[in-house]
């Protein structure tokens, strides 16, 4: 695709191939001799070159244009754009105790658990970091790696689909987790790091307390954002009565503000507490826009010339033009 030309002045010479033309098709111009009585003449049927002896002028007109356009020089650009942009390496650190169970959030309506939320909200922050590495880590009474830092943002969210209560030993080791988080980030060399832990309860498991994880953390400057999720009032938790039925009791789950809030603050980060999926998205964006770095582009276009085949098939056509001149349709013109 041609998208400029080097020296567009030179098109204007295209104005003159239409005075050219008619110069040489002029009959007050060109010298002729003329036959009295070739009017007794014209009856007769006329000759393929006779019928075809405008082919050479269209052909000379096409080829001078072409030559024309060659001269000022077409060109096609290749938009090339630079990014420039620091890389993030995360790694989500995500409750799934039993508490995870409780019933307190909703979706258009339709009552959903916390683990349920959490996923559906997670999956949409991780869609939004085009280009940075994330890790899942799952925990309970331990702490269990879903997935590596990747890329690979659809295996990852192939991962955070299988999240489930029940899977590992209960309880919330919450500083373990922590641990393990930044022991995930340990040899990252991103430009910017971080841990995103979401929670529904209180520390009661694990070896490491939520304070020396975090003052692990900010040794290693890394930032730990918490979410603490979970209604104040009290919830709907599903519980099997003895018979194997499921039912749902109305129970009173704490969450820990205060040792949430101190992790944050120990490592230079946010907490949030929310009670509904609003809320939590709104966290989730808040974190998002406070660890994101804005993209520097610079554009700039390359030009490759396209003058070449444009000279070719004028100079082709003016040398047919010339070759049809001396022959039999050469003569029909005179």
């Given at each position: 695709m041609i998208t400029r030309f080097a020296h567009p002045w030179v098109l204007l010479l295209l104005l003159v191939i239409p005075f050219w033309l008619w110069a040489r098709l002029s009959p007050k111009l060109n010298a002729a001799l003329h036959f009295p009585g070739s009017k007794a003449l014209s009856g007769l049927p006329k000759t393929w070159p006779q019928r075809l002896h405008w082919l050479p002028h269209v052909l000379a007109n096409l080829g001078l244009t072409?030559?024309?356009?060659?001269?000022?020089?077409?060109?096609?650009?290749?938009?090339?754009r630079s990014v420039t942009a620091e890389v993030f390496d995360i790694v989500l650190v995500i409750d799934v105790s039993t508490s995870m169970e409780a019933i307190d959030f909703a979706e258009q309506g339709n009552e959903m658990n916390r683990l349920?939320?959490?996923?559906?909200?997670?999956?949409?922050?991780?869609?939004s970091r085009e280009g940075d590495r994330i890790g899942l880590i799952a925990f309970s009474g331990q702490p269990f790696t879903m997935s590596p830092l990747t890329r690979d943002h659809d295996w990852l969210l192939d991962r955070l689909g299988d999240l489930q209560t029940r899977q590992m030993p209960d309880g919330t080791a919450i500083g373990t987790a922590i641990a393990s988080a930044v022991n995930r980030l340990r040899d990252s060399e991103a430009d910017r790091r971080f841990i995103l832990l979401l929670t529904d309860g209180i520390n009661n498991a694990g070896d490491i307390s939520p304070l020396n994880a975090a003052q692990l953390a900010a040794s290693r400057d890394l930032p730990v954002y918490v979410i603490?999720?979970?209604?104040r009032d009290s919830v709907l938790f599903p519980m099997r009565d003895p018979f194997?039925?499921?039912?749902y009791q109305r129970v009173h789950m704490p969450i820990d503000d205060d040792a949430l809030q101190a992790i944050a603050d120990l490592?230079?980060?946010l907490y949030f507490?929310?009670?509904n999926r609003d809320q939590m998205i709104d966290a989730f964006n808040a974190i998002s826009d406070e660890e994101r770095t804005e993209i520097e582009l610079t554009e700039y276009t390359l030009f490759e010339e396209r003058f070449a085949g444009f000279a070719l098939a004028g100079l082709a056509l003016?040398?047919?033009?010339?070759?049809?001149?001396?022959?039999?349709?050469?003569r029909a013109l005179s």
């Amino acid at each position: 695709m041609i998208t400029r030309f080097a020296h567009p002045w030179v098109l204007l010479l295209l104005l003159v191939i239409p005075f050219w033309l008619w110069a040489r098709l002029s009959p007050k111009l060109n010298a002729a001799l003329h036959f009295p009585g070739s009017k007794a003449l014209s009856g007769l049927p006329k000759t393929w070159p006779q019928r075809l002896h405008w082919l050479p002028h269209v052909l000379a007109n096409l080829g001078l244009t072409l030559l024309i356009v060659a001269l000022a020089r077409p060109q096609a650009g290749l938009q090339r754009r630079s990014v420039t942009a620091e890389v993030f390496d995360i790694v989500l650190v995500i409750d799934v105790s039993t508490s995870m169970e409780a019933i307190d959030f909703a979706e258009q309506g339709n009552e959903m658990n916390r683990l349920e939320a959490v996923i559906e909200v997670a999956r949409e922050f991780i869609e939004s970091r085009e280009g940075d590495r994330i890790g899942l880590i799952a925990f309970s009474g331990q702490p269990f790696t879903m997935s590596p830092l990747t890329r690979d943002h659809d295996w990852l969210l192939d991962r955070l689909g299988d999240l489930q209560t029940r899977q590992m030993p209960d309880g919330t080791a919450i500083g373990t987790a922590i641990a393990s988080a930044v022991n995930r980030l340990r040899d990252s060399e991103a430009d910017r790091r971080f841990i995103l832990l979401l929670t529904d309860g209180i520390n009661n498991a694990g070896d490491i307390s939520p304070l020396n994880a975090a003052q692990l953390a900010a040794s290693r400057d890394l930032p730990v954002y918490v979410i603490g999720a979970g209604s104040r009032d009290s919830v709907l938790f599903p519980m099997r009565d003895p018979f194997g039925r499921t039912r749902y009791q109305r129970v009173h789950m704490p969450i820990d503000d205060d040792a949430l809030q101190a992790i944050a603050d120990l490592t230079e980060a946010l907490y949030f507490r929310v009670e509904n999926r609003d809320q939590m998205i709104d966290a989730f964006n808040a974190i998002s826009d406070e660890e994101r770095t804005e993209i520097e582009l610079t554009e700039y276009t390359l030009f490759e010339e396209r003058f070449a085949g444009f000279a070719l098939a004028g100079l082709a056509l003016l040398l047919l033009e010339r070759i049809l001149s001396v022959t039999r349709l050469g003569r029909a013109l005179s």
